[in-house]
T-cell receptor, first 115, second 109 residues
Framework: ETGVTQTPRHLVMGMTNKKSLKCEQH?????MYWYKQSAKKPLELMFV???????ENNSVPSRFSPECPNSSHLFLHLHTLQPEDSALYLC??????????????FGPGTRLTVT | GQNIDQPTEMTATEGAIVQINCTYQ??????LFWYQQHAGEAPTFLSY??LDGLEEKGRFSSFLSRSKGYSYLLLKELQMKDSASYLC??????????WGAGTKLIIKP
């Protein structure tokens, strides 16, 4: 595997379910990010981890819970989501911890549908 | 507030040239990115400008004017594979990335 991978690629879940999104980067980077991408809207930064410490949490509802067990893996735990949470969730990583002046490498995303 | 503006959609012809504009109003400036995103795929890095002027990279060029809060991405010799969304993003004074909504570029034969 190379670059940034995400699983699953597609997820349909009910509002009472609990699921997790997984991201793995094979680039030796020290910073990882979760973004939400909705149609015709700008990318929304949700969380940033730098050297496995959370450095950014942009007023994201508590039904989204991130976890970064090491510098290569990032999870987004989901529970009691709402239909408006349906979107593409993108993971990214970069070389310099927490400094977005450096190029971010994105995964292909998880297309989430909440029913 | 902070704002990035770019056209929602543009159409161009194969072999032609297209310019995608991006204007921004942010609290400070520490650089501007352009990314390409094909449908159903990850965004991929195209360019990064932090100083005024034109940066050329093959068929793609990116221009920045900090005094005008303006950038453009220039695509030459358009190919069908250039059909994608192009995302503009600015790094503000807090080193936060502020993203535009993207420009969907449609290439016609």
């Amino acid at each position: 595997e190379t670059g940034v991978t995400q699983t699953p690629r597609h997820l349909v879940m009910g509002m009472t379910n609990k699921k997790s999104l997984k991201c793995e980067q094979h680039l030796g980077h020290n910073a990882m990010y979760w973004y939400k991408q909705s149609a015709k809207k700008p990318l929304e930064l949700m969380f940033v981890y730098s050297l496995e410490e959370r450095v950014e949490n942009n007023s994201v509802p508590s039904r989204f819970s991130p976890e970064c067990p090491n510098s290569s893996h990032l999870f987004l735990h989901l529970h009691t989501l709402q239909p408006e949470d349906s979107a593409l969730y993108l993971c990214a990583s970069s070389q310099v911890p927490g400094d977005p002046s450096y190029e971010q490498y994105f995964g292909p995303g998880t297309r989430l549908t909440v029913t | 507030g902070q704002n990035i503006d770019q056209p929602t959609e543009m159409t161009a012809t194969e072999g032609a040239i297209v310019q995608i504009n991006c204007t921004y109003q942010t609290s400070g400036f520490n650089g501007l990115f352009w990314y390409q995103q094909h449908a159903g795929e990850a965004p991929t890095f195209l360019s990064y400008n932090v100083l005024d002027g034109l940066e050329e990279k093959g068929r793609f060029s990116s221009f920045l004017s900090r005094s005008k809060g303006y950038s453009y991405l220039l695509l030459k010799e358009l190919q069908m594979k250039d059909s994608a969304s192009y995302l503009c993003a600015v790094v503000d004074s807090n080193y936060q990335l502020i993203w535009g909504a993207g420009t969907k570029l449609i290439i016609k034969p």
